[in-house]
């Protein structure tokens, strides 16, 4: 296991945390082992459980040499994720309770919203998506700043703030909802008036629309109405040979011939107004009219 060493002469767990509580839990009589609880040992049991000796592995020095030495050990096969090795840098009272409410069992965050976060919260991953979001992306200098704060008051808000939000914008949860960046489509329409009714019907009509590709990306396109979220399914190769002769070559706009491998499949009439993914609403355009044309 591998313990920081924190600057109040305290340690932080960074790797084994599961296996460490559930010693202690054993030890506490949480749960039993062979149909014995703890204090059903006998006494030399009892003394031998509790004398017996850890491996540990205790990290000391600057940011940067935790930083350095632990990434050694995760070449070396302890295969600790990004975030743990984050938590060894930046160890202390912040942490600490941030990790109570986003990374251990039964922890507030999965109980409230683990239905929308993917990753596994045991492996700092629920912890890591949350500053990911309070942070604009910027984890190390955010973890920076509060590492020495007493408590993680500034996050745990922040995320339930998020889920009420999510509930409050969406009236029925989908698989789909799982895993998406709510943080900053959050931050950036909090405070617009929504019609959830409206939005309701909307989503119905996407998840049945076979050329949506991404029904995940759903809920980022009827907030931000940009269809690039939601990978509007593309011409076949034979679609586009079948256009390609049909127009003799020639693009549909500038009437230039071309190769087939210089030219494009085009939604006649574009799928946000109406057009569907079909033969007869398919073009070929040269690339440099159809990204005029798409405004790319």
């Given at each position: 296991?591998?313990?920081?060493?924190?600057?109040?002469?305290?340690?932080?767990?960074?790797?084994?945390?599961?296996?460490?509580?559930?010693?202690?839990?054993?030890a506490?009589?949480?749960?039993?082992?062979h149909?014995?609880?703890?204090?059903?040992?006998?006494?030399?049991?009892?003394?031998?459980?509790?004398?017996?000796?850890?491996?540990i592995?205790?990290?000391?020095?600057?940011?940067?040499?935790?930083?350095?030495?632990?990434?050694?050990?995760?070449?070396a096969?302890?295969?600790?994720s990004?975030?743990?090795?984050?938590?060894?840098?930046?160890?202390?009272?912040?942490?600490?309770?941030?990790?109570?409410?986003?990374?251990?069992?039964?922890?507030?965050?999965?109980?409230?919203?683990?239905?929308?976060?993917?990753?596994e919260?045991?492996?700092?991953?629920?912890?890591?998506?949350i500053?990911?979001?309070?942070?604009?992306?910027k984890?190390?200098?955010?973890?920076?700043?509060?590492?020495?704060?007493?408590?993680?008051?500034?996050?745990?808000?922040?995320?339930?703030?998020?889920?009420?939000?999510?509930?409050?914008?969406f009236q029925?949860?989908r698989?789909?909802?799982?895993?998406?960046?709510?943080?900053?489509?959050?931050?950036?329409?909090?405070?617009?008036?929504?019609?959830?009714?409206?939005?309701?019907?909307?989503?119905?009509?996407?998840?049945?629309?076979?050329?949506?590709?991404?029904?995940?990306?759903?809920?980022?396109?009827?907030?931000?109405?940009?269809?690039?979220?939601?990978?509007?399914?593309?011409?076949?190769?034979?679609?586009?040979?079948?256009?390609?002769e049909?127009?003799?070559?020639?693009?549909?706009?500038?009437?230039?011939?071309?190769?087939?491998?210089?030219?494009?499949?085009d939604?006649?009439?574009?799928?946000?107004?109406?057009g569907?993914?079909?033969?007869?609403?398919?073009?070929?355009?040269?690339?440099?009219?159809?990204?005029?044309?798409?405004?790319?």
């Amino acid at each position: 296991m591998y313990w920081a060493v924190r600057e109040d002469g305290n340690f932080e767990i960074i790797d084994g945390q599961q296996r460490t509580i559930s010693l202690c839990q054993y030890a506490k009589g949480d749960f039993y082992r062979h149909g014995l609880y703890f204090d059903n040992l006998p006494d030399d049991k009892q003394d031998a459980f509790l004398n017996y000796r850890l491996m540990i592995y205790l990290c000391s020095g600057t940011a940067s040499e935790k930083l350095d030495w632990f990434k050694v050990v995760n070449i070396a096969g302890a295969e600790l994720s990004d975030q743990e090795l984050r938590n060894a840098v930046y160890p202390g009272p912040w942490l600490a309770d941030a990790k109570r409410y986003f990374s251990r069992k039964n922890c507030s965050a999965n109980n409230l919203g683990g239905q929308y976060m993917n990753g596994e919260y045991e492996r700092q991953e629920f912890l890591e998506t949350i500053i990911k979001w309070r942070s604009g992306g910027k984890i190390e200098e955010y973890m920076a700043q509060h590492q020495h704060d007493e408590n993680a008051n500034d996050l745990w808000p922040y995320f339930q703030t998020i889920i009420s939000w999510i509930e409050a914008t969406f009236q029925t949860y989908r698989k789909e909802m799982k895993g998406i960046g709510w943080g900053p489509l959050y931050d950036q329409f909090k405070d617009e008036k929504l019609d959830t009714g409206q939005i309701e019907d909307r989503i119905k009509k996407l998840l049945e629309d076979e050329d949506v590709s991404n029904k995940k990306g759903i809920y980022a396109y009827i907030l931000t109405g940009k269809e690039k979220h939601l990978n509007i399914r593309a011409f076949s190769d034979s679609q586009k040979r079948e256009a390609y002769e049909r127009q003799d070559g020639k693009c549909a706009i500038c009437q230039e011939t071309f190769d087939i491998a210089e030219m494009e499949a085009d939604h006649i009439t574009p799928w946000h107004a109406g057009g569907k993914t079909l033969p007869e609403n398919c073009q070929i355009l040269c690339r440099e009219d159809n990204r005029r044309k798409s405004g790319k």
